[in-house]
């Protein structure tokens, strides 16, 4: 075996040591787990219920056909303050630096956390959509553009992970996190998970528009052949490219320098 190929299997091994680390502390605590899972489901509901019947739906269509993929969109957003304390509370105990004091790969360390939540979130995911079945709302245009739309989902969320771990490696306590989950909903609320944009002032609209949670939840609307409003800019035209290419420059930029701020911690 090659020293590349030695040192490709030491890598992917300390990756799912990693996960699996993190997979056991929440089967040991399994009670916030099933809370994140139940939390969108309490969403839904008030929603669809509370603000439905006053809520105009595009193509006089079920408010819940327009609602679902936004709070599909929405989840990927939610439980990222989870990914942050994890990370700072390691960080905190020194768990982080014992991990840096041994020959393990840089990325997989951070990464294992970020497959870990990943895999959380297919599990959330499936959660809500059983919701939204149970519901009435639907895809319409097959089984391939569904999971097509699945696929850009579980992009967005791998993406905003990163986020997560980064900003969990830069807070100086797990209770620095609590400022970060006041922004939550903002980036939640100015978006069309709920709304038409349209509604909103002009320079809040393009604001919204150009959230990612936008871009995503309008591209799985179209994928899956749900209403979706016909105005909007480029981003909502091009819905599928842009949750494409958003996911995909928020790796890019969060990724590095999740790794350099791990490699640096303590230095």
Known sequence: MTT???????????????????????????????????FPIMVVLMFGTIFGGAIETPGEGRYY???????????????????MTAIATDTAKGVTDRFRSLPMNNVAVVGGRCVADLLNTVVGLVVVVGTGLALGWRWHDGLPDALAAVGLLLLLRFSLLWVGIYLGLMAKGPESVVVVQVLVWPALFLSNAFVDTATMPKWLQVVAEWNPLSVTASAVRRLCGNPGWAGGGWMTHHSIVAALIW??????????????????LSD
Do not use: C, K, N
């Open 4 to 38: 590349m190929q030695t040192h490709r299997t030491s890598a992917f091994g300390d990756l799912r040591t990693i996960t699996r680390r993190d997979l056991t502390h929440w089967r040991s605590r399994p009670a916030p787990i099933v809370i994140g899972w139940l």
């Open 65 to 83: 056909e327009y609602l679902m993929p936004g709070m599909f969109a929405m989840t990927m957003l939610f439980g990222l303050e989870s990914t």
């Open 247 to 264: 996911p995909l420059l928020i790796t890019a930029i969060f990724l590095p320098l999740s790794v350099r701020r791990f490699r640096s």
